[in-house]
């Protein structure tokens, strides 16, 4: 009797692994990291890296509709980049749970946010690790998906997106400041207008963001802007282009209403073939701190 319970218990199990869908990717990167001297602070070099594993399971219904979940493993060390995704937490994060069905798509939880998720947020991705992300027009004042932490999990975050041909719509709340943020974007002939709005009870919190991005001959441009509330307004010129076969060169200059010195930054990216690359960055901040790395980074 339990050599039969045995079998049938392996059978339903192997059955349940058969009738789902679960991948693994993410990446890996090692390198060097510089931070200049500002103010009081003395300069540094660190070794900087990071492991992140996506872990991704669905399962689709009779009816046509797929149910499913994301889960974020990740380390990492010394890191120089700061942002709102500065998350050096060691484990899992908190978990976005979707539904989706044709270009309808409903997510809970530590939900992706409309601004951090809208077309021209990251016009680039500086060097081996972000390098401050000053590029970021909206400055990350709104519900974004968080690496090392709960996001909106804990702060019942809900997100609805809509895509139709070259038409995409993406609204998200949650109860943290009230927040309700909605994108519309559109893309046309090479080129993607996207606008972005928030309602917070934060005044700190974006009230209002646009971008466009495209190409323009061998150069692809970005133009990003964001009314940040009492936090300032932003506004973010990026380009990049292929420096030869393998190496891409990306470059941007922001300026912020509230800060006296403009962020600028200018970096490098080899590609080493299947999936590893050496990359590589240098930056001067709004504050006029000097930041700097190297390394290598591999996906898988």
Known sequence: MKKILFATTALVATASVAAA????SGYGRFGIAYT????????????????????DASAESDSGVTFGARARM????????????????????????????????VG???????????????????????????YVAYGFNGDAYSSGGNGAS???????????GDLSVHVSASDTNNRVAAVAAYSMSGWTVALGGQDSDDTGDTE??????????????GLAYGANGTNGDKTVLSGSFAAGAATNVEAYYADDSLEADASYGVDFN???????????????KHSGQTVADFGVRFNF
């Not at 869908?21 to 693994?24: H, L, N, P």
């Not at 209002?208 to 441009?221: C, E, L, Q």
């Open 270 to 284: 080899h590609d080493l073939g299947g999936g590893t690359s050496l990359r590589g960055g240098v930056a001067s």
């Open 74 to 105: 990740q380390t990492a060390e010394g890191s120089a980049e700061g942002g709102a995704d500065d998350d050096n937490l060691n484990g899992f994060n908190g978990i976005r749970f979707y539904a989706k069905s044709g270009g309808l798509e």
């Open 154 to 164: 804990g702060a019942n975050g809900i997100e609805v997106m809509y895509s139709a």
């Open 208 to 221: 209002f963001t646009a971008t466009v991005g495209g190409t323009i001959g061998p150069v692809s441009v």
């Open 108 to 134: 809970v939880g530590n939900i992706y946010g409309a601004l951090e998720f809208m077309p021209g947020q990251y016009p680039i991705d500086l060097g081996l690790t972000g390098l401050g992300y000053e």
């Open 21 to 24: 869908d679960v991948t693994f």
């Open 36 to 55: 200049g001297a500002v103010g009081a602070t003395a300069s540094s070099t660190d070794v900087t890296s990071r492991l992140r594993l996506n872990i």
